[in-house]
């Protein structure tokens, strides 16, 4: 069984910072790619941003363009989602989710990853 959590939200005003931490734990066999998507009020799932297993490839969706950065970290299948310049719209439940790679590349649809955190709330204020 593969476990996601994810840490870092929290509270912030327009225009300031979050760094988000998501780390895939338990029976991981191997170096997942992962990937970050959110989910509004009354709104479907979204994606956010993906990293490809070894971070050669990272996708964003155009509202986050410029703004949020995904990396991996020194941690084994460990990735950060570092967001500026956030606005009141980036408010949502974030959620992480983790695969083994059958591609090189970034993975941008939810259906790919069978392994899903339970999410951290980021709220920005105006």
């Known amino acids: 069984q593969v476990q996601v959590a994810e840490s870092g939200g929290g509270l912030v005003q327009a225009g300031g910072s979050l760094r988000l931490s998501c780390a895939a734990s338990?029976?991981?066999?191997?170096?997942?790619?992962m990937g970050w998507f959110r989910q509004a009020p009354g709104r479907e799932r979204q994606f956010v941003a993906a990293i490809s297993w070894n971070g050669g490839r990272t996708s964003y969706d155009d509202t986050v363009k410029g703004r949020f950065t995904i990396s991996r970290d020194n941690a084994p299948n460990t990735v950060l989602l570092q967001m500026d310049s956030l606005k009141p719209e980036d408010t949502a439940i974030y959620y992480c989710a983790a695969a083994l790679p059958r591609t090189p590349d970034a993975l941008v649809e939810a259906t790919d990853y069978p392994y899903w955190g339970q999410g951290t709330q980021v709220t920005v204020s105006s």
């Open positions: 338990g029976r991981t066999f191997g170096v997942y790619a």
